[in-house]
Every structure is written in C-alpha cells, then in structure tokens.
C-alpha cells in the first residue's frame, strides 16, 4: 500500500485516508488522537470501509478544484463509476458545522458498472468486530463509546461485499454520535454542496505565488485539516507509526500536538492569509500554559491539552507493509526540548506587530510572552534532546539556543512598543545568547555551524540559521554553513537530517529539510539554485499533491507519517521564498 496512493479527507474535527482502490484504510473517531476505527493501513485486519468493482481494482484519483473532497473513478469493462468522498464542514449559525461523519456517494458515469461495498470497522486497537445490527434503512455497530450508524439507500443486503447493478446514485452516511434523521440523499447533496463551497470560498482566500499555484494551494488546504477546531490544537500528522524507512524501526505516533509544529504551520498559514488558526491556537496555548505556572512545559499534548502519552506497542499490529513496531503515545512528551519556548514567542509574535491582530492582544497574552521569553533565555545553552528528539546522550543543542535567542529576539522589539520596561532585559538576553552560539557552536575547522555545543557533527536544523535572520544575509559564515549542510547531508538531491544518532543510520531524506535548504539558498540570494532545488522537490509529491514525513530518493517513495503538517509547511515557505512574485510575471 503505497502512501502516495492515498487521498486525505477531514473537516477540523476528524480525517480519514482512502485509497485509489475506494478503500478508507485510516479513520481514527471521534478525533485524531482516537483509536482507529479503520485501520487497515497498519493491519490487514484492521478493518476498512470499501466501495469498488467486484475484485478490486484501481480508481483515478483527484480532488474536486480548490476543495478537500475527493473523487475516485473506477472504468470497468461493465461501465464506469465515481466515489465522492467527504466530511462535511461549512459555516451554519455562526459557527462552522463538522459533523462526526463521513460521506459516500456511488454515482454511475457509463453503462451498468458493478460496485461491491463493504463496512467492516474495529473496536480500536483490539481489533474485534463490533455486532452489526441492522435497522430499516441503517446499520448500528455496538461497542463504542458514541453510536456508530451507517445509513445508506442501498439495500443493507448488498453492504456486505454483495456485488450490485449501480443503476443510479447511492449514498451511504457513516456517523459517530448522533445519526442523521432526514432524508438521506437531500442532506448528503446539500452537505456535499455546501461543503464545496466553504473550502473554495476558503481557498479564495489564500494568498499564494504565480508558480505552482496548484501544489501550494494543496498543502494549505492539507494543514487547514490538521487543525483540531474545538480545541484549537494542531497535529504534526494524521497516522501513527509508518515508518521512516523500510525496517528502520522507527515507528512514532504524531497524531498529537507539538507545540514546534503547531508553530510552523501558523507561519505558513500566515504566509497564504490566514490568521483564525492562530487565534485559535493561542488559546490552546493559553490553557496548556495555566496547568504549568513555572513553564516546565511538554513539547506535545494531547489536543486536548492532556500530556498523558505514555508509549506502548500494539503486538497484534503488524505494522505498515508488515513494518513494526505500532505504537501508540509518544515518549517525547517526557523530553525536555527548549526550542519550544522560542517558537511559542514566535507564534505570538505577530499578534503584537500586525495591526490586524489587534483585537486578540490581551495583558494575558503579552505577559505569556515575556514569561516565554524569559524562560527561553534561561535554559539557553543547557542540555535537551533538541528538534531531532534524540532519546539520549542529551547535549546543548544550537537549534534549541537558536530559538531561544528569537524568542529575546523578537521580544526586546516588542517590549519597546509595547513594554518598554522590558526593552532592555531581552536586548541583553538576545547578546548574551548570540555571543553563546557564535563561542560555542562556530566551527573553524569546519567552516560551518555544528549541530551542539563544542561538536562536530552537522544536522538540517542550521539551515533555520539563514530563515531567522540570525546572521546578515551576506555573512560568510551562514553562506559556509548553508553549503556544508548541503554539500554533507544531500544524497541525490534530497537532504537528510543528520547521518546518524544512536538508532542507527538515517537512510531516508526528511521531506522538510529539502525545504529548508531551498529557502536557506534563496534568503542567502542564490534564487537559481533554490528554484532549480524546488522544482526537483516537488517529485516527492503525490499525485494528489499531498508530501509524506520521509522520501527515499532511491525508490522515490514516500514513508513516514502521512500527511505530514511539517513536509507542507516546507514547501509553501520554500514556494514564497524561491518563486517569482506577482510583480515578477504580471
């Protein structure tokens, strides 16, 4: 089951992946971090909800224009057919409606085509089958903590893989909670309607460069459903435990929020237009703060705030493409990781030097910041597993002292608008910090940045030296550093994060860090090579033009969890940054 055949499906509130053989193989309910309900990508009995021609066969995918609803087309020698699938979501009351529900509709395009459906969810993790029971016009499945309805006009008789004649339109709702209780096809078409429109009106929205326009407008509709709406969190991912590479054995949970994540995708969604997140966000951030009064903060909760992620491995998984182990939770929540004080300070930030945020500043927010910034510029230069989340041999790590150094940074700047008083004490905590990285982690032998104090290794992260302004743009030493990470850590093209830590070798190239140099070429000013870097990046899209955590240049396949907010946020700020602007082609 190969990554790049799957399309991605949600509405803020759940998602699910369905593949081009009209199989939904992930759908985790009532949110994310849920247990799955179909998990066939993990497991061959894992249990999925199949709409196809008798025997199985290969759909074309794509999405509906400007939307993230999705058409699969199946040509048969009987006919032709399409699925549309869907999770509805658009603005009702004042609010935006996003149902716990998922909606099929099986629509005959040529001839008399045959279609074979079939429902077979799980208890979660344990894997047993919940009791069907069957209704008038619908199919209850117990067990779970919220009813699980299937309703459909399709004979229940044909819902177990019974292949039928599909002679006209056929709908079938899938609902966690409340069933729907109106006509079935009147409340799937108008879903379907005004679904269509909320995601093409949100895409009008969207600032986005002249040049493939298309791919970034993909991943800015990918992240918006990485958004978990009712809490305001944001997760790195929708799946757990796809491997970085073949039987690496690096196999993680990213269906949580880490606040470094969370971080990133704002900044991209800012760079196309779009703030509501962020408002969103920071009280998620806001509430998560209120349970840590001295700011001993996680790198990840649960979207809903919750830190209770204890790791632990399902045995009776087998694993993506039979790939182990699965696990569930994620030990990094135990870290300590500074740089998230920093990127906190930096998700603020625009609330304090945008005017159209004015309405979200508070006293609550601005002292959050300063409490932020003054915890950054306190563990500076001491020891934390870092971005990379390295599960031991804890060193001071450059990228954490980088972040810290931008969140005094930016807040002495906002201090002096806002807080004078504070101007100072962040003026001189950025010096301070600075001088610390420039002592502690310039290499004269190398000639580049390393990745921690007093080392020599190199990791993708020092590229973020040229995004953050750290050094002037026509500093040697930034120039030196961006080309030893490239000339290093590329291998066909494709930037890894760092050779090896204590798992072993990385093989597979971090999709994001690909990214990372594109941009790091650009803001150092050699816009050929960056430009030439992302046209070569884009082949590790989909073709649905959703990106994976990992690639491996060699297969040109994708691997890690999918889709990935990080690989996204990548590629539009490598887009804005390497591409010709408006003003360049018009």
């Known amino acids: 089951m190969n990554l790049e055949h799957l399309g991605l499906i949600g509405n803020c509130q759940y998602s699910a992946l369905v593949a081009n053989t009209g199989d939904v193989v992930w759908c985790c309910l009532p949110r994310f971090d849920s247990e799955p309900v179909f998990g066939r990508l993990l497991d061959g009995d894992g249990g999925s909800f199949s709409v196809q021609p008798p025997g199985g066969a290969t759909g074309a995918q794509r999405y509906l224009p400007n939307t993230n609803v999705l058409e699969t087309v199946f040509s048969t020698t009987e006919g032709r057919f399409r699925v549309v699938d869907f999770a509805p979501r658009f603005a009702q009351y004042d609010r935006f409606f996003r149902p716990t529900q998922l909606h099929r509709v099986i629509e005959p395009l040529e001839g008399t085509p045959r279609v074979c459906v079939t429902c077979e969810p799980r208890l979660g993790w344990s894997k047993r089958q919940p009791a069907a029971v069957p209704g008038s016009n619908h199919i209850r499945y117990e067990g779970f903590p919220a009813e699980l309805r299937l309703t459909t006009d399709l004979p229940l008789s044909y819902l177990g893989g019974t292949p039928f004649a599909l002679t006209r339109r056929q709908h079938l709702a899938l609902t966690w909670g409340r069933p729907i209780e109106e006509p079935l096809e009147a409340c799937t078409m108008r879903f379907l309607e005004e679904t269509t ?74 760079l196309i237009g779009h703030f509501e997140e962020r408002e969103q966000f920071i009280h998620y951030l806001l509430n998560v703060a209120s349970n840590h009064p001295t700011l001993e903060l996680a790198p990840l909760y649960r979207v809903d705030g919750r830190v209770d992620l204890e790791e632990t491995i399902q045995a009776a998984w087998s694993g993506f493409e039979s790939h182990g182990p699965v696990r569930v939770g994620n030990s990094a929540a135990r870290h300590a990781q500074h740089d998230i004080f920093g990127e906190m300070v930096l998700a603020l930030a625009p609330i304090w030097v945008d005017e159209r945020h004015e309405a979200e500043r508070s006293p609550h927010a601005l002292e959050l910041m300063g409490r932020l910034a003054r915890k950054a510029a306190s563990v500076a230069g001491t020891p934390d597993a ?27 700047g906002i201090a002096a608008r806002h807080r004078p008083a504070w101007a100072d004490e962040f003026r001189a905590a950025a ?13 004269p032998s190398l000639g580049s940045f390393v990745s921690s104090y007093g080392g020599s290794e190199l990791d993708a992260s020092l590229l973020q030296l040229a995004s953050l302004r750290f050094l002037p743009r026509d500093d040697p030493r930034l120039a030196q550093t961006v080309a030893t990470v490239h000339r290093e850590l590329t291998v066909d093209g ?93």
């Open 197 to 270: 429109r909320y995601w093409q009106r949100w895409v009008k929205q969207c600032s986005v460069p002249p040049v493939h326009q298309a791919k970034v407008i993909r991943s800015a509709l990918a992240l918006k459903l990485h958004c978990f709406e009712d809490t305001g969190a944001i997760v790195a991912a929708m799946t757990t435990s796809i491997p970085e590479a073949p039987g690496s054995g690096r196999t993680w949970d990213y269906r949580y929020c880490w606040l470094r994540d969370a971080y990133y995708v704002l900044s991209a969604l800012g």
């Open 431 to 443: 010096g301070r910090i600075h001088a610390q990285i420039v002592d502690n982690a310039w290499s």
């Open 494 to 586: 494709w930037v890894k994060r760092y050779k090896s830590d204590p798992m072993g070798p990385a093989n597979a190239a971090f999709t994001i860090c690909t990214f990372w140099l594109i941009e790091a070429l650009a803001r150092i000013g050699d816009e050929a090579a960056a430009r030439e870097a992302f046209d070569r990046a884009l082949e590790s899209l989909s073709p649905l033009g959703l990106v994976s955590e990992d690639y491996v240049p060699a297969t040109k396949r994708m691997w890690g969890n999918f889709p990935q907010a990080y690989s996204h946020v990548g590629l539009i700020h490598a887009a804005f940054a390497s591409l010709p602007t408006w003003g360049e082609v018009l």
């Open 386 to 412: 870092g971005i990379w989340e390295y599960r031991d041999g804890w060193r001071p790590q450059t990228f954490s002292s980088l972040m810290c150094w931008a969140a005094a940074d930016r807040m002495a």
